[in-house]
Structure formats: structure tokens, C-alpha cells
């Protein structure tokens, strides 16, 4: 969380568990000011850049999905800024799949058909990891665990930050979920399979054998050389299936912690904070 918080603030001002001396636990007025600020200026900036057609090419959007990822996960669970990790996540977690399916798979560019193949197997590797980074990332704040991102490996700036890891913490004061948010996270996770599944389709193999790269008529993907029976991404190993089975593990948490809370599947639930 360095980009977001002064790291030069005074050493009492930030409280460590015993658990992990990494884990942040604790923000002073001044930190939490300056991360509200920084957070709502990159959230802004997609926002801005989705809206006049400049998030791509694909491989540098997740560029800026994955660094904002870990940063909000990085938040402190504890009240009363874990109510605010939940906003912020919920708010990342709405636009992400939005984001990505605004964008072809392929950027544009003239490649051969070999390179086009490598080249989306790395996207769409790069795509499902963000992706269970983001699962990853809620199964921990479900339990209301803390975070500790990824060493850095110096790769590029166009690398996908992956890699965090949740720590439990022993503290009646660490926050919950509530059962509002928990609806408005199931309602996202459903619609945005849903939208990422649709917009994989062209690019794999699922329900029909040679699914083939989007005709070069339309703009999306001019590539020569491309047959209509070529596979894209085939070289990936199954990501099909991925798709497929994206965040059930995180639908199953919700559909648990729902029916304990006996919350009718069909309840109208109001806009919350953060997004």
C-alpha cells in the first residue's frame, strides 16, 4: 500500500499484530485521507478511460486492475476500516468484469498465426488469474482475515500483481460483512460470469468443437491469415473450464452464509456505499 499511504508516518501511528509484521492494522486520519484519495483518483481514471475507449489494449487494463486489487485488500480488517475494504472491493469487484469485456482479446496488429496463439493464451492466463486473485481477495475479507500482497518480482509494468495471501487475525474488533453487502456480492458474481463467459466464447472451445477468432471484417481482431477454424488460446490448458467454474467457491461461501441468515434469494436490496 505504499503508493497510496505515506510510508514516512510516524511508526506509533500504526499499530502491529503479533501474527504478522507486515499485516496493516491500523490508519491515521491522514492515511486514510490519502488512500480515499488516491483509490477514488485510479477509480475515476478507469471510469474516464472506459467511457472514451482508451483502457486498451487488455494486458495493460489488468495492469491497473491488479495493483488496485492488492491495494484495497490491503486495507486493515478491523473496525472501522474494514467496512471501508468492503466498499472499495465491492465497487472494483462491479467494474472489473465490465472492464475486460470491453476489450477484444487480441489488440490490433498484424501477427502471424502462431503468435497469435501464444499471445492469447498469456492474456487470458493473465485474465483468470486476476480473476481468482479477486475470489482469493474476498474469501479473506468474508472471514474478515488481513492481507499481505505479493513480493514484488520486478517484473514489467505490464505484469498482473498476484500472489497475496490472507492472515488470519485474533481480534473481536476485526469487521463483518453484512448481510446487504453479501446480496450485492452474489448479485455482481452472477451477472459478471455470466458477461465473462459470453465474452470468452468466441475465443475458446466450450460448446462446440473450433470456435474461431472474431471475422477480421469486423475490426476486432485484424490478424491475416486467420482461418475460421482456428482455435484461439488453445495452447493455455483448458481454460475453458475455468471460465466455467469461475468463483464457485465464493458463491458457494455466500449461498452458505445466506441460508444461516435465512435472507430470501429474491430480496430487493438497496444501493450501498462505495459503488
Excluded at 143 to 171: C, E, F, L, N, R
Excluded at 174 to 193: A, F, G, P, W, Y
Amino acid at each position: 500500500m505504499s503508493e497510496a499511504i505515506d510510508s514516512n508516518e510516524s511508526p506509533s501511528s500504526v499499530k502491529v499484530v503479533h501474527q504478522d509484521p507486515r499485516l496493516t492494522t491500523h490508519l491515521t486520519p491522514r492515511q486514510e485521507e490519502k488512500l480515499r484519495s488516491y483509490l477514488d483518483e485510479k477509480l475515476s481514471n478507469l471510469e474516464s478511460d472506459e467511457r472514451t475507449h482508451k483502457l486498451g489494449p487488455l494486458p495493460r487494463l489488468l495492469s491497473r486492475l491488479s495493483p488496485l486489487l492488492q491495494v484495497i485488500l490491503q486495507i486493515p480488517p478491523f473496525y472501522p476500516f474494514g467496512s471501508l475494504r468492503t466498499s472499495y472491493l465491492l465497487t472494483l469487484t462491479s467494474v472489473i468484469p465490465i472492464y475486460i469485456t470491453s476489450l477484444p482479446l487480441l489488440s490490433s496488429g498484424h501477427r502471424t498465426k502462431d503468435e497469435a496463439q501464444d499471445e492469447a493464451s498469456r492474456v487470458i492466463r493473465d485474465v483468470l488469474d486476476l480473476l481468482k486473485e479477486l475470489e482469493k481477495g474476498w474469501l479473506a475479507v468474508l472471514k474478515g482475515d488481513g492481507w499481505i500482497p505479493p513480493h514484488s518480482t520486478g517484473g514489467t509494468q505490464m505484469d498482473v500483481t498476484i500472489g497475496g495471501k490472507a492472515v488470519k487475525v485474533d481480534d473481536e474488533s476485526k469487521s463483518q460483512v453484512d448481510i446487504t453487502e453479501k446480496i450485492r456480492l452474489k448479485s455482481i458474481i452472477l451477472s459478471s460470469r455470466a458477461r465473462v463467459l459470453a465474452w470468452a466464447r468466441p475465443y475458446g472451445n466450450f460448446d462446440k468443437s473450433g470456435s474461431a477468432l472474431p471475422n477480421e471484417s469486423d475490426g476486432t481482431t485484424p490478424i491475416p491469415e486467420m482461418q475460421e477454424d482456428v482455435v484461439v488460446a488453445t495452447n493455455s490448458g483448458g481454460w475453458e473450464e475455468e471460465i466455467l467454474s469461475m468463483w464457485d467457491q465464493l458463491l458457494d461461501v455466500l449461498s452458505h452464509d445466506l441460508s444461516q441468515s435465512h435472507v430470501p434469494i429474491g430480496r430487493k436490496v438497496g444501493n450501498s456505499a462505495g459503488g
